[in-house]
């Protein structure tokens, strides 16, 4: 370590994160003049936090940040800058639609080495592959260069000490090795010295001289250059989920176990014959690099435990030599490059909006991303559900475990709405992983009613519905396992649709349950919901979900008037233990204005209305435990889009289940209790039953054109008060979905604002037959034109 005189950073006791949600706790660092100082964790171990706290983009909460012997700690970021500390994020953040050229001017400080173009010059100077891209668009080079870029565009303001997050990210080796020989010789020739995060191992321990390990926001250990290249000690920090690598060095076939002398023969099990050969065959080809970590002995031995198997340490270092071949094939995945859909469209990474920007709190990112130039869509600005992936754009899906993950794909319906001309202008607060129907669980705190603040916007999809009801823009998508779309739209008062299961593709969306997975818009008028649907519906090939559905042009429907129409008011969608009268007053007025309308009102029962609100219970509690907890949002045995990142990123959650929100612990204890005790029958049990209960609603929708009935039995609720107790936290996330829950079994329904009361909009729902959403909009259109819901 070097003298105290030489440190140019230090911390001590830093402390910090976002908002109340703690990250970092008590980390001391020095970082001495020209030295390479790593910082090596997994996803969400706090490393990007750290950086952003010493750069200033979050407070720290405790302790002391020092530079160049001067106390930063509350210094914004632009003073930091100033004194010599250059931050290159995660994800690179140049502008897309700027020449090289242009993003490297952008940089320049005229407090820095020299004026514009003698700095320039100097830094191409240190990346020459980058002169020869001066007037091509940022969002034109590949993900190496653009990572160049960012690194060369940093050094325009001449800074003396680095920041570097994670520039390894989706790299190519070969721009890896590039990007590790400048930094060596940029340390060398302007005497920098550097602060790296980052996971691939391989990276760190060529560039840096000591190596911090951070483990959930905590230093875990510091390794020596010596013990870098110590297997053991390494090992000893990084666990079974040793870091990425990118170098190709050659690995023996087989791997030679720790507790066995070199050559000496494989053991052999008294009375057993020896392993099979399952070597690879010749044409598989042989692994350049064990990038798998293998399973240690007591690794194996916790395995067999777990599995009830008796076996002795003979048989499991047998069985692990056994399975070396299937480990080669994961080596080898490891190395190729995943098959993902391509993001055509330019876009910047957006900003997170203040408070004066964001006075719903319905906002988590704002941007503006510009599709095609023409088609259905043209210029309409649309807001995503934070569950959506808009490539490069930051999505939390409510919850602080999933903070700091950015995708790298665009949703298939993403992409289509951008093929269609639309504006996509960023993605909407939502509730804590969407397991919620009122809106006050989301991490970043509650959003708002657009006409009653400190009420509910209804979840989970608040903030899409809130904006859209506050104007802020024309569209939004939103998502929906048991009322989702529909509750936010009848608090709101617009109009929100869940389409038939599957007619959407749910592909590049962070889902709960595959059965209930829905997603739809939310629009003020049934004529852009309808023109929406046009675009968002069919088949992508992608999604096992969807079934050959069945897409129409919904904008036809408008115009066509109630006249003959058969309504079905579902009796069992009213009277329920918390129903108001106000609400059931409100729609009962609406059957009234559909029959004015010339439709033909009846009453109709179907009791298994509350029998469905039980199945969906056991499918959705047991479903989400057994595939978004368990599964890290992923699970497996089917065939679709998978997105790797986010079930790393989603995996957190098992070392930071504190942060999850009441009510999905609540929900997370039903479905590991009977999937536990009870082995998954009642999953089942409930999926045969929710199929019976479809097909009572069949029966009646073959008397009847659609179901009416009110979306929600109670108005919005005030949002409970931050010391409430657990029990009314959990209770104003589910008391409002009797009636929107039981349709998650499959069937179309939408929810259309029908009046007041209190200040407070009120929905009525229609219900329609598979794929029967002409027959939706057909009725909705009518009763919309009807007259302003508002006056009703």
């Known amino acids: 370590m070097t003298e105290e005189q030489d440190i140019l950073l230090s911390t001590k006791g830093l402390s910090g994160g976002y908002g109340r949600v703690p990250i970092l706790h008590g980390i001391d660092l ?387 709405m951008l093929d269609a001309g639309a504006v996509i202008a960023g993605k909407a607060h939502c509730e804590n992983f969407c397991l919620s129907g009122g809106s006050h669980t989301n991490a970043k705190g509650p959003i708002h009613n657009p006409y009653k603040r400190g009420y509910m916007a209804g979840g989970s999809s608040a903030g899409s519905a809130a904006l859209v009801a506050a104007g802020e823009v024309d569209m939004a998508i939103a998502g929906d396992q048991g009322g989702s779309i529909r509750i936010p739209a009848s608090n709101c008062g617009c109009y929100g649709m869940k389409p038939t299961h599957g007619l959407v593709p749910y592909t590049g969306a962070m889902p709960i349950e595959q059965t209930i997975d829905h997603l739809g818009p939310v629009t003020n008028t049934v004529a852009d919901n309808a023109l929406l649907l046009e675009v968002l519906a069919g088949e992508d090939g992608l999604d096992p979900r969807q079934y050959k559905p069945t897409v129409y042009s919904y904008t036809e429907a408008l115009g066509r008037g109630a006249q003959g129409m058969r309504i079905g008011v579902l009796q069992e969608g009213f009277g329920h233990p918390n129903s108001e009268s106000d609400v059931e007053a409100k729609v009962l007025q609406a059957v009234e204005r559909f029959r004015e309308l010339g439709a033909r009102v009846e009453d109709v029962s179907v009791p298994e209305h509350h029998t469905a609100m039980d199945a969906w219970t056991a499918i959705t509690l047991e479903g989400l435990q057994d595939g978004m907890m368990w599964g890290n949002s992923t699970g497996t045995n089917y065939r679709g889009l998978f997105l790797p990142s986010m079930t790393d990123h989603m995996a957190q959650w098992k070392g930071r289940a504190d942060e999850l929100s009441h009510s999905l612990k609540a929900c997370m204890f039903v479905g590991e209790h009977f999937q536990r005790q009870y082995r998954g029958r009642f999953y089942g049990k409930a999926q045969n039953i929710m199929r019976r209960c479809n097909e009572r609603y069949h029966a009646a929708l073959k008397q009847f054109d659609l179901l009416l009935m009110p979306t929600l039995p109670i108005k919005p609720q005030e949002h409970p008060p931050a010391d409430c107790s657990l029990s009314l936290y959990v209770q104003r996330a589910f008391e409002m979905v009797p009636n929107t829950a039981p349709f998650n079994g499959g069937l179309p329904a939408m929810s259309l604002p029908c009046g007041f009361s209190e200040g407070l909009p009120i929905g009525l729902m229609l219900v329609g037959p598979n794929y029967g959403e002409m027959k939706i909009y057909q009725a909705a259109h009518a009763f919309e034109q009807s007259g302003d819901w508002r006056d009703m």
Not at 37 to 43: A, D, I, K
Not at 51 to 57: A, D, R, S, V, W
Not at 143 to 169: I, K, N, V, Y
Request: proline letters at 7%.
């Open 30 to 416: 020095d970082v001495a003049e020209n030295e390479v100082f790593g910082v090596l964790g997994h996803n969400g171990m706090g490393k990007t936090t750290l950086l952003k706290t010493l750069m200033g983009f979050l407070p720290a909460s405790s302790g002391q940040i020092r530079f160049d012997q001067t106390d930063i700690t509350r210094l914004p970021p632009n003073a930091r800058a100033q004194m010599g500390l250059g931050y290159v994020p995660q994800g690179r953040g140049i502008f897309p639609q700027l020449s090289v050229r242009d993003n490297l001017r952008f940089a320049w400080q005229d407090h820095g080495a020299g004026s514009e173009t003698e700095v320039m010059d100097a830094v191409l100077g240190d990346f020459p592959r980058l002169a020869r891209l001066l007037d091509r668009e940022g969002g034109a080079l590949s993900g190496g260069e653009q990572q160049l870029l960012s690194l060369a565009r940093c050094l325009m303001g001449d800074p003396h000490f680095l920041l570097l997050d994670e520039p390894t990210e989706g790299i190519q080796p070969s721009i890896i090795e590039e990007m590790s020989e400048t930094l060596l010789k940029l340390r060398e020739k302007r005497g920098l010295s550097i602060l790296l995060v980052e996971q691939n191992f391989d990276f760190i321990a060529d560039l840096s001289d000591r190596v911090l390990v951070l483990e959930r926001g905590r230093i875990n250990g510091t390794l020596s250059r010596a013990e870098l290249s110590d297997t053991s000690k390494v090992d000893q920090f990084l666990g079974f989920g040793a870091a990425r690598g990118t170098r190709q060095t050659t690995a023996p076939a087989q791997p030679q176990m720790a507790n066995r002398k070199r050559g000496a023969p494989a053991p052999q099990t008294k009375g057993k014959p020896s392993a099979p050969d399952l070597r690879p065959q010749p044409h598989v080809s042989t692994v350049n690099a064990m990038t798998i970590k293998r399973p240690t002995l007591a690794q194996m031995r916790g395995m067999a435990d777990r599995f009830g198997m008796s076996l002795s340490d003979e048989d499991l270092i047998e069985y692990t030599e056994i399975i070396e071949p299937y480990m080669q094939a994961y080596d080898r995945l490891d190395a190729m490059p995943d098959n993902l859909p391509e993001v055509r469209y330019p876009r910047s990474p957006g900003h997170f909006p203040t408070a004066s920007e964001n006075p719903l709190n319905a906002w988590y990112v704002k941007t503006e991303v510009r599709g095609a130039p023409d088609g259905k869509l043209r210029g309409k600005r649309i807001a995503l559900k934070d569950t959506i992936c808009l490539a490069g754009v930051p999505m939390m899906n409510g919850s602080s475990i999933m903070e700091g993950y950015t995708p790298e794909i665009d949703a298939t319906i993403v992409t289509r």
